[in-house]
């Protein structure tokens, strides 16, 4: 048949995808790329070339392929697709974020719309979206298998459980417990380590099961040998960190390249992270001193001054604090704090320590830099102002105060995407090359993005692909939304709302974005530190949705939220964010 069609676009997808299900990836490779060159604004040829390169253990080109894919349609198919190569490379954080915009899951049963507009539900992902690829590629076997189906379902059910619709008073521990053991059970034994290591991090973030959580660092302290010999090792080891470049990179419409790390350095970072799971675990117990010995094990292995370092020099801080050792606190967060970037909620922390073990602030600035102060700027995109540091010196009035100045945190800037080009052929995928770890491990090398190919204009109707295509839509790139104040010049700050002794901070007051398109918002608590009592309600769920992301710093007392249209209606539309220092809407503008 392909000798009289060689340029069948149906038959090159529906045959590559065929073989990807029977275990013949080479073979799915090759005719999924001769698919993809023929046309690159079909999205199954792209699933069928991930799928082979998955099966190939190669899930961050397979994830390039998606990401190219989804500049052309969006729908629950591809992001299970894109789920499944990100659980696959250990990245789980951002598997869940890419399940939650097109899945629920409620009584064992994962629920969707499929093709954007027919409800279905099913028990598997498997059967739940077959109808998607008989309708598009007319395939009866799905090229995933149910080890994968099964992992992202328990993980599904895991974040369903943790993060449930009515906040923290709704979660069942029970619940939470039974999704992590099938999620950690669930999948290959040669990832379950990093599967632990999440689970055990997740829990402790929302503590809960704290004692359960320190099971788990035990359990998986036997398994890191194994893990470090896995190809993606460095991504899995390494994924938490590696959340924020990642996600900017796709905002270009790149991948990260993530540099090749030593496999010494790689141990340490995954067991001083271990360490440090447990302390801060032991930490929220209340049993400082056997924290206290977790953590200085921890910062004892881990690279000095890489961003694990810090975080747990700063959590051995907080235990010796606890336990009544303040000097000692003191000089564990000295080192925690002059190792990274300016942070003025940690600065105040330390400030306000070093004022109570010495009387004033005098001698401070010596110790750790100046106070930063925050001015704002105009910054195109989605978010309507950026927060720049400057660090001038503060008087001794100011230094004085510094307790009761304590500045909103910054949101971070979301670039916009280049404007569409033709793209060229697609060419075989090529292994990023290797990046040499520095012998220093102060610091671990910064990676590169690498692009990848470029989008086209839309096709007009004569020039359209001949299957079925089932994907609404591709997503636009969201337009310059800056406020009156920032178009003026003049500083945008965020808003507040105050209530009792906490303060919420939200920071944009409105956001512009395109049809399928998505805007963040960073929400501050000012004075409690229970980020899950923080709720996001929409006036119109099935129009436009609000999801926390991931947090990064689990000290941290600022959760970001991905304002997403997930529908084709435009319009004016209300997101209200509750917490108990009040609540604050959000005007968002679908055009």
């Known amino acids: 048949a392909l000798k009289e069609m060689p340029n069948s676009l149906a038959l090159l997808t529906g045959a590559a995808y065929w073989f990807a299900a029977h275990n013949e990836s080479a073979r799915a490779i090759e005719l999924a790329q001769k698919a993809v060159e023929l046309e ?47 659980a ?12 939650t915009p097109s899945f629920t899951i409620k009584d064992d049963q994962i629920e969707t719309s499929l093709a954007g507009r027919t409800p279905a539900h099913a028990g598997s992902f498997t059967e739940l979206l077959a109808p998607e690829r008989r309708a598009s590629i007319f395939q009866f076997t799905a090229a995933d298998n149910e080890t994968g189906a099964r992992t992202l379902k328990a993980l599904l059910a895991f974040n369903s459980a943790i993060n449930p619709a009515g906040g923290e008073s709704a979660i069942k521990e029970a619940d939470v417990l039974s999704a992590a053991q099938a999620f950690i059970g669930g999948g290959d034994e040669e990832m379950r380590v990093f599967r632990r290591l999440y689970v055990a991090n997740s829990l402790v973030e929302h503590r809960l099961a704290l004692s359960k959580s320190l099971e788990l660092i035990d359990a998986a302290t036997t398994e890191v040998d194994t893990a470090l010999g896995l190809p993606n090792a460095s991504v899995a080891v390494m994924s938490d960190e590696l959340l924020n470049a990642r996600h900017t990179a796709n905002t270009y419409g790149s991948t990260f390249n993530v540099p090749t790390v030593e496999r010494q350095t790689l141990s340490q970072i995954m067991r001083g992270r271990m360490e440090d799971i447990a302390g801060w675990s032991l930490y929220n117990q209340e049993k400082y001193a056997e924290a206290i010995v977790r953590l200085r094990r921890a910062t004892g292995v881990l690279p000095e001054k890489s961003v694990w370092w810090r975080n747990a020099m700063w959590h051995l801080g907080a235990s010796l604090e606890a336990s009544g050792k303040a000097q000692d606190a003191l000089d564990a967060y000295y080192r925690s704090y002059r190792s990274g970037k300016v942070d003025p909620t940690r600065y105040a922390v330390i400030a306000g320590l070093y004022r109570r073990v010495n ?51 910054a ?39 690498t692009p990848t ?73 000012d004075g409690l530190d229970r980020l899950d009592k923080v709720t996001a309600t929409s006036s119109d769920w099935s129009a436009i949705a609000a999801f926390p992301e991931p947090r990064k710093d689990a000290s941290s007392n600022t959760l970001t939220f991905s304002i997403t249209s997930i529908s084709k209606q ?20 679908v055009r």
């Open 40 to 86: 690159p604004r079909y999205t199954w040829g792209h699933i069928a070339l991930a799928r082979g390169l998955l099966a190939q253990k190669r899930p961050l080109e397979a994830e390039r392929a998606l990401l190219l894919a989804r500049q052309y349609g969006r729908f629950p198919t591809l992001d299970y697709e894109l789920a499944s190569v990100l």
């Open 88 to 99: 696959a490379a250990g990245l789980y954080g951002e598997a869940v974020s890419a399940l």
């Open 359 to 409: 009387g004033s602030l005098d001698g401070l600035e010596a110790k750790i830099g100046p106070a930063p102060v925050f001015t704002s700027t105009p910054l195109s995109g989605n978010a309507s102002s950026q927060v720049s540091a400057t660090t001038p010196a503060p008087s001794a009035d100011e230094a004085n105060k510094i307790e009761e100045q304590k500045p909103a945190v």
């Open 411 to 449: 949101p971070q800037p979301v670039e916009e995407k280049p404007e569409a080009a033709k793209p060229e052929a697609a060419k075989p995928v090529e292994a990023q090359p290797n990046v040499e770890t520095p012998k220093s491990v102060d610091a671990l090398p910064a990676p590169t993005a």
């Open 453 to 525: 190919q470029e989008a086209t204009p839309a096709p007009t109707p004569e020039a359209a692909p001949t299957p079925v295509e089932v994907a609404p839509g591709p997503p636009q790139p969201a337009e310059n939304n800056e406020t009156p104040a920032a178009s003026s010049g003049a500083a945008a700050r965020p808003r507040r709302v105050a209530q009792g002794e906490c303060v919420l901070l939200i920071s944009e007051p409105s956001v512009t974005i395109q049809n399928g398109g998505a805007a963040p918002i960073n929400v501050t608590l």
């Open 570 to 589: 435009t319009g004016t539309f209300t997101i209200t964010f509750k917490s108990p220092c009040g609540s604050r809407d959000v005007t968002v503008t």
